[in-house]
């Protein structure tokens, strides 16, 4: 039989290379609060299956299992038949998109982006009181949730490059426009291209991402290449700030929530721990970590087409950290402390900050009591 979709052209091998062991189920987080073996990487592949086998159509009755999926590639690292699905459900979703299936805030977020320059929609970004667009040997690159969403977390991190004196500059930047791709959509060329003209008109040789899903974005989607090709590296904020002395630390219990898109995908554990040990000699792992780390459940379109499911995938990472007796959880990623400060455990004593703002909180704590 003649593929229909794309997803079966492209992976129907792989598809079938599912052996149906299940261990994926332990690890989804999707399964984990809901509880229904549909939905974890074992049901959707057999799903598919099913698809290209002509058994069952494609069509919107499969929204619900295949647009839930937070992308977070837990099942894949965990597969022992190299399934890749998050790349799989990628693709399927463009197929569904194709033929007129798809979530309706899945939707809603490529006309937000054909319209908008940010996935909120909103006219101005927070006035960060820092000059854009100037000669600089550094563009700090915030992205939509922390321009619009934790800009409290992003003043602390401006604050911070200036306590470090790095020679940075802000830019007119627009959304990365890498997450049209998780939710079956094209990669938006005119958003890249701003970006790519304003980064470039700087004259700086490397971009700080605050954000780990531009920071991958950025490296890895085709349509980004330019940046490399012109010399420009791209650093993610952790990797940047692991080598200063940054010369404060805390004695309070801290965690460390790796999010997917530094962990999982780009392979980024060590550094942001590395500062995080230098600050906080009583850090603690929680029980999932690393390449086990629990998702916060905000990725892959999730947090804004299935909000509850969000929100219970949060709170079971807030009970990682409650389970070490956490006072303090910190990440590397402004979507997860929004997912997970909007989550909160009935009395919760620990805090949520990014890296950034923790230490830079520490910094200003450490001057007023020199003062
Ligand atoms: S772990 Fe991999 S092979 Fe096993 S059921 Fe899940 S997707 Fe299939
Ligand atoms: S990518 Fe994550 S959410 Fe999606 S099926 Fe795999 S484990 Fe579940």
Redesign the pocket.
């Given at each position: 039989m003649e593929p229909k979709y794309d997803f079966e052209r492209k992976y129907r091998d792989v598809i079938l290379?599912?052996?149906?062991?299940?261990?994926?189920?332990a690890v989804c987080p999707i399964y984990g609060v809901t509880l229904r073996p549909s939905y974890?990487?074992?049901g959707k592949?057999l799903l598919l299956k099913e698809v290209m086998d002509g058994k069952i159509p494609l069509n919107d009755e499969l929204i619900e299992t295949l647009f839930q999926c937070t992308t977070c590639a837990s099942?894949e690292k965990?597969?022992?038949?190299g399934?890749s699905?998050p790349e799989i459900i990628k693709l399927v979703r463009k197929d569904m998109v194709n033929i007129g299936s798809c979530h309706p805030a899945f939707k809603g977020m490529n006309e937000v982006l054909l319209k908008s320059t940010n996935i909120y929609a909103e006219d101005e970004p927070a006035d960060f009181g820092r000059e854009r667009n100037r000669k600089a040997d550094y563009v700090f690159f915030i992205g939509c949730v922390g321009s619009y969403r934790e800009d409290e977390s992003t003043t602390a991190t401006l604050e911070l490059l200036d306590r470090l004196k790095v020679d940075y500059t802000l830019i007119d930047e627009v959304c990365c426009s890498g997450v049209l791709e998780d939710v079956g959509y094209r990669i938006n060329e005119d958003l890249v291209r701003k970006n790519l003209e304003s980064i470039t008109a700087t004259g700086a040789k490397t971009v700080i991402t605050g954000c780990p899903y531009c920071y991958r974005t950025f490296k890895n989607r085709p349509q980004y290449q330019e940046l490399e090709k012109s010399g420009i590296r791209v650093v993610h904020v952790s990797q940047f700030l692991k080598d200063f002395d940054l010369g404060v630390s805390t004695d309070k219990k801290v965690t460390y929530h790796d999010p997917c898109d530094l962990g999982r995908h780009c392979g980024i554990y060590e550094e942001p721990r590395e500062t995080i040990r230098k600050i906080a000699p009583n850090f603690v792992e929680m029980p999932h970590n690393r390449v086990d780390a629990l998702c916060c459940g905000a990725g892959g379109g999730v947090r804004g087409a299935f909000p509850k499911n969000s929100l219970a995938m949060a709170r079971r990472r807030l009970e990682d950290a409650e389970a070490v007796s956490a006072e303090v959880i910190l990440t590397e990623c402004n979507s997860c402390v929004h997912n997970l400060a909007n989550a909160k455990l009935r009395k919760q004593k620990f805090k949520i900050y990014n890296t950034t703002q923790f230490i830079n909180e520490l910094m200003e704590e450490k001057e007023c009591g020199n003062d």
């Open positions: 290379q599912c052996s149906r062991c299940g261990f994926c189920q974890n990487a074992r592949m099942c965990n597969c022992p038949s399934v699905v």
